[in-house]
Structure formats: structure tokens, C-alpha cells
């Protein structure tokens, strides 16, 4: 089959998957998708978590192979079997979970296999590092190629991955969730890199979760659901009519935050309308100083600020992971025991961390141990565990969550990021936990995955429940949080509340310096919203 017309938009056709199939052990990945990429342009690729993308790009990488259909370069089919048959066809693909040696260079992961040599066959690595200057000064990335890749932050590790791509002189570059480790700047960054790319004659697969982005960097979406290519649209479509081809269904609110009319009715040893958790004079240095809030039955808190602010930290050590150095944190009014994780856990404390594969989950487990794992101890009776209990327990709340599975037996790794997600989730749910630190809470999850988890709030709040939620979203924050605390330089600068809960708003407290003192103490003393 041969490409398109060279005069259509986008330029004449690089890479075309015709009616592609692959199944797994109880489940069909992707069932006849097709997808057609042009010289030139930014095809989005757009879907739920499992809708088939991560199979769709491992695919074009030399990962899996397909079992039936056939992907043609330059109008011509191909056999992509491994990743150097992928990057002798010119296709790069820079994955989620970054491919980079810790204990190598910048410069030596950049060019990891593929190192220049001398005449003599020694590694050249004057030239190499000349090279990765080269690469790096394209990325924007200010760093030493002589630097090793151990001391980088996510963003700079994103960058070095591009900068990878780009030694490759690909014709195909797959990105898939690029922006969702970056801030707005280094995302700006990102998009005038993507369109040097796009201009040069590059094709891009990109794939993305957050919605304005389609319109401000793609051509054309292709949209897949449960396995299948739905349709193929511009990339000005109404983001509402994204999300019904995504989803199958109209979502009518994005953040559907159901706030009750009086506080619901909290946990039994608390009197009406106390705080489930107060905390007061928090800190450890230098992470963070003399932080204090409190979060009540019912109700949601954000917890908002730049990157570097301190919120994780904060929630780190609310949940015993890092001890602090001076403060007090109450539990229904009794005072919980500082880097303890197993006291918070019976305090009724739960925490979805930022980074769920390497802090949330047992990824080689199955599903079934990852959701009882938080209430093992509760299970356990004279040395031996209620096995049958906790499955039929771990099926409820799998159903309840509607976790796309093959089944109990299946391995964490292999679940989509947002299914992963909820069964971070559901392990607390199991556990009984009755105030919930979420960080972070549907980074890299699909759009309609977000509106369940937002539900999932609901509900728990609605049972008397309550949320602290950190979010880098502020969108996300604002729509689902009854209050908002604003962090900067590792203090509470404020607190926002109904009308006076803004982006604006926000933002000015989180880059305003902080005085000396505890911020929420004067701010409630005034009686004023904002600290």
C-alpha cells in the first residue's frame, strides 16, 4: 500500500498499522486497530488506561509482535522484532519508565550501544561527548554530558531520553506521557522541541492525558477504546466530544465533587464536627517548618504549591515514613507516634504515594496480595492467614473499583497505570482507612479513570471519610477540594476556601515568601481565608 499524497496536510504518509490484533493470557489487547502517521506531523494518540496504547506502542518498538494485521514504513511492510530492527526503520520511542543506566553519563547513555569509535576500536570519547553537547543544546538541557545520569532530577531524565531519540536521527518518534513528570515551563520547553521536530519532516505519536494539550501540539487523534481504533479526528475537536469517544459516554462534569450541605458524621470516637486529623508546629528541617492544619469528617483539603514546596514531604512524615523533628499530629484526637507506619495504619491513616509502581505496589505480586497487603495483620489469626476471606474481599473491592483484570492471579506490573492506580487505592479501602492522603492521585491516569477515582472520593467523604489530596493539578485541586492550603518554601502560606479558592489566588500564595510563624494559627485567628 502506498502513502498518501504528498500534498495533504502533514506530507506524504511514514507509517501505516493496518487492522492489528494481539491477545495475552485472558485478554485481547488490541483487536484490528489501525493508525496512519504522516512526514510532518504530531498524531495524538488518545484513550483510557487498557484502552491498547502501551501494547500499540511496544509493538511499533520491536516489544511485541502483533498476531495478526501488518505495519508498513514508507509504504512497505516490515517485521519489527526487536528495538534495532525499530531503529534500523528510523522509529524511536521514549517510554514511561525511562531506559537509562544510573551509573553511566549523560553522554554514555545517550549513545549506550552505539558509541563512537576510534581506528583502533576504542571508545572515542571526545567525540561522544562533542556529540552529546550537540544533542543537549537542541533539548535545552543545561548539564554536562560528562555528568552521571544518578544525580538528575525526573525532568532533566525526560530531556536526556529525548536527547537519546534524537541521536537516533529517527523519521518516527513514539512519546508516550512525556509531560506528565514536567512543570509548565519545562512542558513549554518540550512542545517548541516537538515542533522543531514536526517542521524537520519528523513524524510524532504522541500520547497525552491532558486534553489541552491536544489542540496546542497535535494534527490529528486517533482515538482507541477497549482494544479498538474508534475513529480518527483533527486535533481541534471539543474536548467534550474527546471524552465521550474515549470514555463511550458523556462525562457532563469534570470534577464531579458532591460537597455535603452539613459536616457528615465523623468517626466514632471523634465529637461532631472535630478534626479526624490536627496537626500543629510540624517540621523537619529543611524540608519543611512548622506546618499546621486541620482536616475534618467529610471533607476535602488540597494541598497545593510549586514543585519543591514540601507537600510530599509533609505527607511522608504524617504517615510515619520520615520522622520529624518537632510537632504533634492527632488522630481523632489522640496523638500518633512519629515514623511509625504500622501506628498510622491503626490510626486509620492511608497514602497513596506519588510514585505508586516504586512506593504503592508489590509490581511482580498479584493483584489479590497487593490489595490485601494493608490489612494482612488483620487477617492473621494464631500464625495463619484467612486466604479465602481475603479473596473473596480483594474480588469485592476490584469489582467495586471496576479494575480492568484478567483476574486476582494477574501481576501488578502488567495493569495500566491507572488501574494500577486503583488497586493502590482499594488496598485502603480494604484496610478500613479512614482519612486518606492521596499524592498526586491520577498522574498519568486517563480522563475517564480520573472521574471514577473523583467518585470514589465521594463516596468516602459521604461515609464520613476525609481527604487530604496533593495535586500539581490545579485544575483538579480546586474542583474536588472543600479547602485549599497553599505550601511555599515548606510552610503553610494560606488557606483558600469557596469563592476565594482561584488559580490566581493560589498561585500567589505559593511563590509569596513566607514570615516567620505559624501561617494557619494566624490566619484562623483573623478569620480571614487567606494567610
Known sequence: ???????????????????????????????????????????????????????????????????????????????????????????????????????????????????????????????????????????????????????????????????????????????DEPTAVLTSEEVGTLFAIVRELRDSGVGVIFITHHLDEIAALGDRVTVLRDGRSVTEVPATTDENELIRLMVGRDIAEQYPRERPAEPAEPAESAEPGAPLLRVRGLTRAPAFRDVGFDVRAGEVVGLAG???????????ALFGVDRYDAGTVEVNGRALARGDVRAAMRAGLGLVPEDRKAQGLLLDASLGDNLTLARLEQDTRGGFVDRRGQRRRAAEVAERLKVRMSGLEQTARTLSGGNQQKIVIGKWLLAGARLLILDEPTRGVDVGAKVEIYRLVNELTAAGCAVLMISS???????????????????????????????????ELAVRPVNEGNTYEASAMEGSDVG
Open 1 to 175: 500500500m502506498t502513502g498518501v499524497d504528498d500534498d495533504e496536510p502533514g506530507g506524504r504518509e511514514l507509517l501505516r498499522v493496518e487492522g492489528v490484533t494481539k491477545s495475552f493470557p485472558g485478554v485481547r489487547a488490541l483487536d484490528g486497530v489501525s493508525l496512519r502517521l504522516r512526514a510532518g506531523e504530531v498524531h495524538v494518540l488518545l484513550g483510557e488506561n487498557g484502552a491498547g496504547k502501551s501494547t500499540l506502542i511496544k509493538m511499533l518498538s520491536g516489544v511485541h509482535r502483533p498476531d495478526e494485521g501488518r505495519i508498513l514504513v514508507d509504504g512497505r511492510e516490515v517485521g519489527i522484532r526487536s528495538a534495532q530492527d525499530a531503529e534500523r526503520l528510523g522509529i524511536a520511542t521514549i517510554h514511561q519508565e525511562f531506559n537509562l543506566v544510573p551509573g553511566l553519563t549523560v553522554a554514555e547513555n545517550i549513545f549506550l550501544g552505539r558509541q563512537p569509535r576510534t581506528a583502533l576500536g576504542l571508545i572515542d570519547k571526545r567525540t561522544m561527548r562533542a556529540r552529546a553537547a550537540e544533542l543537549l543544546r537542541r533539548v535545552r538541557l543545561d548539564v554536562s554530558p560528562a555528568a552521571p545520569v544518578a544525580g538528575l532530577g525526573i525532568a532533566r531524565l525526560q530531556m536526556v531520553e529525548i536527547a537519546k531519540a534524537l541521536s537516533l536521527d529517527a523519521r518516527v518518534l513514539i512519546m
Open 306 to 316: 510549586l514543585v519543591g514546596a514540601g507537600r510530599t514531604e509533609v505527607a511522608r
Open 473 to 507: 493539578d490545579l485544575p483538579e485541586v480546586l474542583g474536588m477540594s472543600d479547602r485549599v492550603l497553599v505550601m511555599t518554601q515548606g510552610r503553610i502560606a494560606g488557606e483558600l476556601s469557596g469563592e476565594r479558592a482561584t488559580q490566581d489566588a493560589v498561585m
